[in-house]
Every structure is written in C-alpha cells, then in structure tokens.
C-alpha cells in the first residue's frame, strides 16, 4: 500500500527555517505529484507547495512563495520542503501528500489527493 511518512517538524522562533522531509513507498513516485498541506487549527486544509518529480516542475502559495522551496530526491522517493524566514502564522499540521492526476497537486485541493501522510506538526512563535 502506497505509504508517505513525514518529519522535520518542530517548534521555531519567527525567522528561523526547518527542512521537512516526505519519505514515500508503495507506489510510483514519478507517476505522482507530490504536494505538502497544512492545516491549522480551526482552519481548513490548504495546499502549500507542490513538485513534479518527473520534471522537477514546482508551484507554491502565494503565502509561502519566495521562503518555501519543495524539490524531490528521485532515488529516494523523498520529498523536502524547506521552510525559510518561518511566520508564526505558518503554525500547523504540515502534510505530505500524493496525486495521480495532478490537479489537487497543482491546485492545492485536498478534495483531489490519492495518498496522504499522518503529518508532522511546525509551531512558529513570535
């Protein structure tokens, strides 16, 4: 069974960085994209960044564009995001997620990812 296990979570001050990592298994990881989400309490899941790796094509939110990078380590099956000059409004459950497809990669709409991770918690304080 496809299996997508995330870590690298913590707790930071406001403009530290934490890297998160993705590692994936049981299923073809250059057939999928691959996207990290987040939600935070009392939120809504949201996408935060997403990367091809067939193609290392990437798109971002707005929110985390310019001080989030994903990239992909193709012969590891692994994913990363780093996460620089960390907002406390970047607190949540940060998680890995997969799609066949693409759109809710692409997107960042949970409605449309196949394979999800458990999560890994990034709490920013000011």
């Known amino acids: 069974e496809a299996q997508l296990e995330e870590s690298g979570g913590g707790w930071v001050q406001a403009g530290e960085s934490l890297r998160l990592s993705c590692v994936t298994s049981g299923f073809t990881f250059e057939q999928h994209d691959i996207a990290w989400f987040r939600q935070a309490p009392g939120k809504k899941r949201e996408g935060v960044a997403c990367v091809s790796p067939s193609d290392s094509e990437t798109s971002y939110s707005d929110s985390v564009k310019g001080r989030f990078t994903i990239s992909s380590d193709n012969a590891k099956n692994t994913v990363y995001l780093q996460m620089n000059s960390l907002k406390p409004e970047d607190t949540a459950v940060y998680y890995c997620?997969?799609?066949?497809?693409?759109?809710?990669?692409?997107?960042?709409?949970?409605?449309?990812?196949?394979?999800w991770g458990k999560g890994t918690l990034v709490n920013v304080s000011s």
């Open positions: 997620a997969a799609d066949k497809v693409g759109y809710g990669c692409r997107a960042g709409y949970a409605g449309a990812i196949d394979y």
